[in-house]
């Protein structure tokens, strides 16, 4: 089969890509009675090149049958015919109207002629600092920027056709004879920050399977900066109260006492001597890894609790930033927004930082979060600031907690203020995403990422996506795109998904998909109200579940004497459907333990059985279904809170979840 300039056309997975048609013969990868084209991977490849490296190899031989030599550094003499992974100085000449200059971070170049393609891009590593403590395992194979490597998961995709559908499913198509026709693709990605958005299948925060490989083959795993999630100071308290008390905010009771908890106390942010600390502890982060260059500014958690109110750091608030109830021990006060003070926080600490390692790319990160939310009225980032904007308008509505609109704006305002403005939204919970129902967003994630790309947004880190494949699993591969190329035609992703996964049966799963997508969506719509997700039984009903069942059904005649692989993952969303069905039905009878302040034991007795059965699920479903892990971490914690009989709803939770029920 040829490859070329039709295939990128038909599916329209990169129309932003600068893609050009060369004339000329095409280039025969691989043939009956013709030698496979070998790979040459420049010496001295870093251990990731060398993985996409000889991971081309396995898919060529997938496709083909056929597996072709890797070969590292150039052979001399050069072969007629050749696959080339990374720059090398023989590529001029081969090549001679390739620009080889990277001017872009993680910029990728693909080009084909006659005789030969190269697949590379800008590599940045350190081979002195290639590894790292990660969260749970170590980082490895660490680079700054793994242009190449990302250029081959794109060829491989975009050109030879390979889809990676979910964790351990992927879909190759075999063909005899593989050849390439004349033509340059370029492109670099805008959100040079995107394994946050996935954090757990980023390097270092897990050990490396299925779904991490996933990640990686979706170019969101390698990627050039990463960016921080938490909060910059909470151990501090912990480290510091004793020996220096006057780096911690000031009450309005005259103490400088931990509020509302010791990790979330605020900080003088006007004190010398914590921007000293600050640094002291950035040399230490960086004797542990030389590789980072983002260092977290970020106030604590607790928004709305014991900002100080020392002379010195009031006097760097706005007068007319916009009004907030702040809150202390004993005390409420309305005060304007906190967002010009931080960033004068940040900006001073940035220009130490700058001053301790001149010519360094190093930043600091800073959340507008909370009370900071609101662009400053006065203050402006510096150039070496990064803001993320915890504007939380993705999956979300306009309505009470929620404010989609009004975080939209918010993000644009930022966005005019700071040169580097990154995305970091709180996904929460907002239709049962955490649980692992079928909360999938497709239409608003397309729009979502166009809007923030048009914003100049540089980098993602999400709070937090669960991985349950079977009930979310498209809006998990339409956002790992999107990521890639914000700009990207979702709804041709989205179609090629289906057709590429389901075959025969792809109208049905789309429009399965589609029924789920619309069920949250009137959900969002109807209920303007954060607790939403506990009142699933109002949108899942019988007749909604009844006639999801029935798609799936006319899925599986569709499949019933196709490939084995169509009717494995028609019943990987079959197991999806099954566990809704059980989440919903666990919430309609923990209503019924709720309404009885438990007293009801028929419904408590059905809501354990229906742990015992998610317990049987659990065995028999297929691998990455269901994050089990996550569903069974602990019923008494609070993302099982309202499916267990030891953690119903109450107090204000159950006040707001029954509001929703309301006309």
């Known amino acids: 089969m040829r490859f070329g300039i039709f295939l990128l056309l038909a599916t329209s997975l990169i129309p932003t890509f600068r893609f050009a048609a060369v004339a000329g013969d095409e280039l025969v990868l691989v043939a009956p009675g013709v030698p496979p084209a070998p790979i040459i991977v420049f010496e001295g490849a870093p251990p990731r090149t060398r993985e996409a490296a000889n991971e081309l190899a396995g898919y060529i031989e997938k496709l083909s049958g056929v597996r072709p030599e890797v070969i590292a550094g150039q052979p001399e003499p050069v072969p007629g015919r050749a696959i080339w992974v990374g720059f090398q100085p023989a590529l001029r000449k081969l090549f001679p109207q390739a620009d080889f200059d990277f001017q872009y971070p993680e910029e990728i170049l693909i080009s084909a002629n006659g005789q030969h393609i190269v697949i590379a891009g800008r590599d940045r590593w350190d081979p002195a600092h290639m590894e790292a403590k990660g969260r749970l395992a170590m980082k490895t194979g660490m680079q700054q920027e793994y242009g190449t490597a990302n250029a081959v998961y794109t060829f491989l995709q975009e050109i030879l056709g390979v889809r990676w559908l979910w964790p351990g499913?992927?879909?190759?198509?075999?063909?005899?004879?593989?050849?390439?026709?004349?033509?340059?693709?370029?492109?670099?990605?805008?959100?040079?920050?995107?394994?946050?958005?996935?954090?757990?299948?980023?390097?270092?925060?897990?050990?490396?399977?299925?779904?991490?490989?996933?990640?990686?083959?979706?170019?969101?795993?390698?990627?050039?900066?990463?960016?921080?999630?938490?909060?910059?100071?909470?151990?501090?308290?912990?480290?510091?109260?004793?020996?220096?008390?006057?780096?911690?905010?000031?009450?309005?009771?005259?103490?400088?006492?931990?509020?509302?908890?010791?990790?979330?106390?605020?900080?003088?942010?006007?004190?010398?001597?914590?921007?000293?600390?600050?640094?002291?502890?950035?040399?230490?982060?960086?004797?542990?890894?030389?590789?980072?260059?983002?260092?977290?500014?970020?106030?604590?958690?607790?928004?709305?609790?014991?900002?100080?109110?020392?002379?010195?750091?009031?006097?760097?608030?706005?007068?007319?930033?916009?009004?907030f109830t702040w809150r202390w021990k004993g005390k409420n006060e309305e005060r304007p927004a906190l967002s010009d003070r931080q960033v004068t926080f940040a900006n001073t600490l940035g220009r130490m930082l700058r001053q301790r390692y001149p010519g360094r790319e190093f930043f600091v990160q800073l959340h507008a979060y909370g009370y900071s939310r609101p662009a400053p009225i006065a203050a402006v980032p510096d150039d070496n600031v990064i803001v993320s904007s915890v504007a939380n308008f993705h999956?979300?509505?306009?309505?009470?907690?929620?404010?989609?609109?009004?975080?939209?704006?918010?993000?644009?305002?930022?966005?005019?203020?700071?040169?580097?403005?990154?995305?970091?939204?709180?996904?929460?919970?907002?239709?049962?995403?955490?649980?692992?129902?079928?909360?999938?967003?497709?239409?608003?994630?397309?729009?979502?990422?166009?809007f923030v790309a048009e914003n100049r947004c540089m980098g993602l880190y999400f709070d937090m996506l669960w991985f349950h494949w079977a009930t979310q699993g498209p809006y998990y591969y339409l956002v790992a795109h999107l990521a890639w190329n914000p700009r990207a035609n979702a709804r041709a992703l989205m179609a090629d998904y289906y057709r590429r996964g389901f075959g025969p049966a792809a109208g049905e799963i789309e429009a399965y998909w589609s029924l789920m997508e619309r069920t949250r969506m009137e959900a969002i719509r109807d209920v303007p109200n954060r607790q939403r997700a506990f009142e699933i039984p109002r949108w899942y009903t019988p007749e909604l579940l009844a006639e999801a069942d029935g798609l799936l059904d006319g899925a599986a005649a569709k499949v019933k004497g196709a490939a084995e692989e169509y009717r494995r993952r028609v019943a990987f969303v079959r197991s999806g459907l099954d566990y809704t069905r059980l989440v919903v039905d666990t919430r309609t009878w923990m209503q019924k333990v709720e309404q009885s302040k438990g007293a009801d034991a028929d419904a408590i007795g059905r809501v354990k059985a229906n742990w015992e059965k998610a317990g049987r699920m659990q065995k028999t479903f297929p691998s990455f279904a269901i994050n089990w892990q996550a569903v069974f971490y602990k019923p008494s914690h609070k993302w099982m809170m309202g499916l267990h009989p030891d953690n119903p709803l109450a107090g204000r939770v159950l006040r707001e979840a029954q509001a929703t029920g309301k006309e």
């Open 169 to 323: 499913e992927e879909d190759v198509s075999k063909h005899e004879r593989l050849a390439i026709e004349p033509f340059e693709l370029r492109h670099h990605p805008q959100l040079r920050s995107r394994s946050g958005m996935f954090t757990k299948l980023s390097l270092g925060d897990n050990k490396e399977g299925p779904d991490e490989l996933w990640a990686r083959f979706q170019r969101v795993q390698l990627d050039s900066l990463e960016l921080l999630g938490g909060h910059a100071f909470s151990d501090w308290w912990e480290k510091y109260h004793e020996s220096h008390p006057d780096y911690f905010a000031l009450q309005p009771d005259g103490t400088r006492s931990p509020h509302p908890e010791p990790h979330d106390t605020k900080l003088c942010e006007s004190n010398p001597a914590v921007w000293a600390q600050w640094l002291a502890e950035v040399d230490e982060q960086l004797k542990a890894d030389p590789t980072q260059r983002v260092f977290n500014v970020s106030e604590n958690d607790g928004y709305d609790y014991g900002h100080c109110v020392c002379a010195d750091c009031l006097a760097k608030d706005h007068p007319d930033g916009e009004r």
């Open 395 to 450: 999956l979300r509505g306009d309505g009470v907690g929620d404010d989609r609109t009004k975080s939209m704006r918010e993000f644009a305002e930022w966005a005019k203020r700071t040169q580097h403005v990154a995305w970091r939204p709180n996904l929460g919970n907002p239709v049962g995403l955490s649980w692992g129902m079928p909360d999938v967003a497709l239409g608003q994630a397309a729009e979502d990422f166009r």
